[in-house]
């Protein structure tokens, strides 16, 4: 897995973004079920992607892991 950085001006806008523009649970939420719709039509057009199945899997990883940051879906806290 590979480490990037951020530059200053980048950290500062997400930052100001996931601190004042959102709700994080919405947005975990809403991620989670984009990646489900995505997922779901994936499935149905399995044949037609067959050459975008690695990517496919890369996506829906990436945005649950962004969702779980945001919001851990079990997080004991609740």
Do not use: G
Not at 20 to 35: G, L
């Amino acid at each position: 897995m590979s480490t990037n950085t951020f530059s200053k001006e980048t950290e500062l806008r997400l930052a100001d973004f996931f601190n004042n523009s959102i709700d994080p649970r919405s947005m975990a939420k809403t991620i989670r079920q984009a990646n489900y719709v995505l997922a779901l039509h994936a499935m149905q057009e399995n044949q037609a992607l067959q050459s975008e199945t690695i990517n496919l899997e890369d996506c829906f990883y990436w945005l649950n892991q962004l969702a779980e940051t945001l919001n851990p879906y079990l997080d004991l806290n609740d």
